[in-house]
């Protein structure tokens, strides 16, 4: 079992950058694939960045695609997600979720353990 806590939501203006980290409790975590996602008021759950288990492969949406770099520390069970030149559409409540194989996905109903989420906000 895999419990996971992510930290670093708030609220920021347009074009303001935030940090994101989620971190996961067990031994297997630096074998677990690893994702961000997002939901917005009225709208689905949508993949945001993945990264593979020792952080080689790495995976974005497009709409978050060189503004929003994932990276993780195996050594503190931990995953980021930097997010850069903020925009109003990023407004969501910030999921971090663990799959248990080593690759990322783009798929919700591929990852295993899902955190509690935390609010981001963006105004304009």
């Known amino acids: 079992q895999v419990q996971l806590v992510e930290s670093g939501g708030g609220l920021v203006q347009a074009g303001d950058s935030l940090s994101l980290s989620c971190a996961a409790s067990g031994r297997t975590f630096s074998s677990y694939a690893m994702g961000w996602f997002r939901q917005a008021p009225g709208k689905q759950r949508e993949f945001v960045a993945g990264i593979s288990w020792n952080g080689g492969i790495t995976y974005y949406a497009d709409s978050v695609k060189g503004r929003f770099p994932i990276s993780r520390d195996n050594a503190k069970n931990t995953v980021y997600l930097q997010m850069n030149s903020l925009k109003p559409e990023d407004t969501a409540v910030y999921y971090c979720?663990?799959?248990?194989?080593?690759?990322?996905?783009?798929?919700?109903?591929?990852?295993?353990?899902w955190g509690q989420g935390t609010q981001v906000t963006v105004s304009s």
């Open positions: 979720a663990a799959r248990r194989v080593p690759g990322p996905s783009g798929r919700i109903y591929e990852y295993n353990y």
